[in-house]
């Protein structure tokens, strides 16, 4: 579990491919010490279980290994060495709840469709998969990239969000542009409450 804020903008070592999908090494500032092997730490929005760790020259690294559906639904088919990653450590009892609850379940791609740079703010508009668009409301919360943000207008597939500047200069989305597809999970809450009603029309 989640909160969508991003503590650490991580950067790809190395990308290997192995039998059950793909190896990435990410260095970090999270001291490794304090990360245990078989822990969660949403990379770019999906949820990873470090299988290694380790300290050297470069600084703090660990490792995550992408199976075959996370490499179908995510990003994480197209990364590279070189490549910053979005990083939080899994929710603690007790830690403050900054963002929206992320389970770290990415149901698909959203795509960039409108980018407009204002001085105090930057506009995104995106293309959300057509089975997901349903569960994104107006002044609802999503996650993109592993970023909780805010939803600010809705139409069909298609929604947006605002990003002021101290969210650009701690995650990737100053670097993400028109035609970018983006991790997008939405709010567990409106899976839930769809689902009861899809029951209750069944009942």
Request: glycine share 10%; proline share 3%; with cysteine.
């Amino acid at each position: 579990m989640f909160t969508g804020i991003v503590t650490d903008l991580g950067t790809i070592l190395s990308v290997t491919d192995i039998p059950a999908g793909k190896r990435t090494r990410i260095a970090t500032v999270y001291d490794v010490d304090t990360i245990d092997i078989g822990a969660s730490i949403a990379c770019g929005g999906p949820c990873h279980t470090v299988t290694a760790k380790g300290r050297d020259e470069t600084g703090n690294w660990f490792e995550v290994e992408s199976g075959a559906e996370t490499l179908r639904l995510t990003t994480a088919v197209d990364w590279k060495a070189g490549q910053k990653l979005n990083l939080e450590r899994s929710l603690s009892l007790g830690t403050e709840l900054g963002g929206h609850l992320v389970l770290g379940h990415v149901d698909g791609l959203a795509r960039i469709v409108e980018r407009r740079d204002h001085p105090d703010t930057v506009y995104f508009r995106f293309d959300a998969p057509r089975a997901f668009a349903p569960f994104i409301a107006r002044k609802g919360s999503v996650a993109l990239d592993g970023t909780s943000l805010t939803v600010n207008e809705v139409e069909g597939t298609e929604f947006s969000v605002f990003l002021i500047p101290h969210t650009l200069a701690v995650t990737t989305w100053a670097e993400r542009q028109v035609g970018d597809n983006v991790n997008l999970e939405v709010d567990m809450m409106a899976r839930y409450a769809a689902r009861l009603a899809e029951f209750r029309e069944q009942a």
